[in-house]
């Protein structure tokens, strides 16, 4: 019987240290798979964009287009191009497009100040307002969001640099 006890024993010690290790390695596995699949989306999504839009703005505080019909829960891709040549801090520009129903005036009442962000509010309520932004650009510098509206009505955008706004704002139709 002795022998046996033995074989036993080492069987079960041989078996429990390869569970042991083995559970916490399965049970990690999955976290950073679904890290690596979100980022697989995200890079899918930008190129598979159902539609494109180009957006310029000059040193005229002009956006060239004010009125922009999207459909509704595609992915849109919108590109804005500076093609003005004065400098970033005199002259720079952004596109911000607002969510249905935000105080346009109100937000960039807000974005005035807000200098060492770019001229995007860090408030909790001004963030919330956001769909989605632009980078600040320079002179011919240009920048591409990918976005979705889920929701049909109409979304203002604005350029956030101070004073700007009056001239440079317009309107997305999602329908
Ligand atoms: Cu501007």
Redesign the pocket.
């Known amino acids: 019987m002795k022998p046996f006890t033995t074989t036993l024993l080492v069987a079960a010690l041989t078996l429990s240290p390869a569970t042991l290790l083995g559970e916490p390695t399965t049970a990690e596995a999955p976290s950073p798979k679904d890290a690596t699949a979100e980022k697989k989306e995200e890079i899918k999504e930008e190129k598979k964009a159902d539609v494109e839009i180009v957006v310029s703005?000059n040193d005229a505080?002009q956006f060239d287009k004010k009125e922009i019909e999207v459909p509704v829960g595609k992915v849109i891709k919108l590109t804005l191009k500076n093609v003005g040549k004065a400098p970033k801090i005199a002259?720079?520009?952004?596109l911000v497009i607002l969510n249905k129903g935000a105080d346009l005036q109100a937000w960039a009442m807000k974005a005035m100040p807000a200098k060492e962000t770019d001229f995007i509010p860090a408030d909790e309520e001004s963030q919330k307002a956001i769909l989605a932004y632009t980078k600040l650009l320079g002179p011919e510098e240009e920048d591409s969001i990918t976005f979705t509206i889920k929701e049909a009505g109409d979304y203002e955008f604005l350029?956030?640099?101070p004073g700007?706004?009056a001239l440079?704002k317009g309107k997305i139709t999602a329908k």
């Not at 002259?91 to 952004?94: K, L, P, V, W």
């Open positions: 703005c505080m002259m720079g520009h952004n350029c956030s640099f700007h706004f440079m």
